[in-house]
């Protein structure tokens, strides 16, 4: 097995609970770690033989694109589209940061983690 991560994916998002945040918008950062098998691409040399990062973080640029109240339910989709479309995934681990929060103090990001595995 072998680990692809994408690490510190920015975008700026719609997501929250408060109707302005809807109307006003945020910056959040996405971390992203598949497992998967590496030993073919690592002796072909070939895109086809592994998980193409590019097409991993489309999945997450599009996701981050829809709306939602939550951060859990949003990194639930990235969850699901991914092991959909990437057959070879057989586990994720995911984190959802959204960057200064407006949640009435001095905080830098609130965070949300989710690991999963292929069932």
Known sequence: ????????????????????????????????EIKTDLRKSSITDELKDTVDY??????????????????????HRIITRIFGEIPSVSRILLAVSKLNPPIGGDVEAVTIEMEEYRS
Do not use: P, W
Request: aromatic share 6%.
């Open 54 to 75: 590019v097409l991993l973080n489309r999945i997450v640029e599009e996701e981050m694109a829809i709306r939602s109240k939550l951060l859990e339910h949003v990194a």
């Open 1 to 32: 097995m072998g680990t692809i991560k994408l690490q510190n994916i920015r975008t700026f998002s719609f997501h929250g609970c408060l109707e302005e945040e809807g109307r006003i918008g945020s910056d959040y950062r996405v971390d992203l």
